[in-house]
Antibody, heavy 117, light 105 residues
Framework: QVQLQQSGAELAKPGTSVKLSCKAS????????IYWVKQRPGQGLEWIGY????????YYSEKFKGKATFTADTSSSTAYMLLGSLTPEDSAYYFC??????????WGQGASVTVSS | DTVLTQSPALAVSPGERVSISCRAS??????MHWYQQKPGQQPKLLIY???NLASGVPARFSGSGSGTDFTLTIDPVEADDTATYFC????????FGSGTKLEIK
């Protein structure tokens, strides 16, 4: 079955970076987009953007340009998101999701990022 | 950005029918989708393109609407349906509604 396994919780200091991973299994990694979504505690969902592992193409929503960078390693079927210049407003859960038929039909379990000095 | 507006919360009793609404600030054709998120879990796709039931989702869930007004219906509601329900459009970039928290009395 389709599974997306995300890396664990991160605690980082302001101004630093964290790199989250999302390992896919159960489907052809290079044939589907991987989306990234942010959720602050008790709040809604924000779409960050996507990467298409088939050709490495990326797209970032306006708000996250310069904040997030997506990469993918097709040899390990793993997508990555680098979050840079961290501030307390970046403290949140981050989800990866597979885009199938234009919707996010499978989600990772989420990874918590806490930014604190 | 296309803003999606949802009611913040609803409370219903088991066995009842509940409708959760989502209004878009501009037309999104039929590119509206619904997700269920239980506390501490990732979202789960319920309905795609307004009215299509995702794989493995019980037929108690259904979706309707087009343009700017959309509805997710659960009939009958069960205790396990306690969750927050988000709508999401993919017609104009991608945005989510703020979510409707459903409480089962």
């Amino acid at each position: 079955q389709v599974q997306l396994q995300q890396s664990g919780a991160e605690l980082a200091k302001p101004g630093t970076s964290v790199k989250l991973s999302c390992k896919a299994s159960g489907y052809t990694f290079t044939s589907y987009y991987i989306y990234w979504v942010k959720q602050r505690p008790g709040q809604g969902l924000e779409w960050i953007g996507y990467i298409y592992p088939g050709n490495g193409g990326t797209y970032y929503s306006e708000k996250f340009k310069g904040k997030a960078t997506f990469t993918a390693d097709t040899s390990s079927s793993t997508a990555y998101m680098l979050l840079g210049s961290l501030t307390p407003e970046d403290s949140a859960y981050y989800f990866c999701a597979r885009q199938g038929f234009g919707v996010m039909d499978a989600w990772g379990q989420g990874a918590s990022v806490t930014v604190s000095s | 950005d296309t803003v999606l507006t949802q009611s913040p919360a609803l409370a219903v009793s088991p066995g009842e029918r509940v409708s959760i609404s989502c209004r878009a600030s501009e037309g999104v054709n039929s590119y509206m989708h619904w997700y269920q998120q239980k506390p501490g879990q990732q979202p789960k796709l319920l309905i795609y393109k307004a009215s299509n039931l995702a794989s493995g989702v019980p037929a108690r869930f259904s979706g309707s609407g087009s343009g700017t007004d959309f509805t997710l219906t659960i009939d009958p509601v069960e205790a396990d349906d306690t969750a927050t329900y988000f709508c999401q459009q993919s017609w104009n970039e991608l945005t989510f509604g703020s979510g409707t928290k459903l409480e089962i009395k």
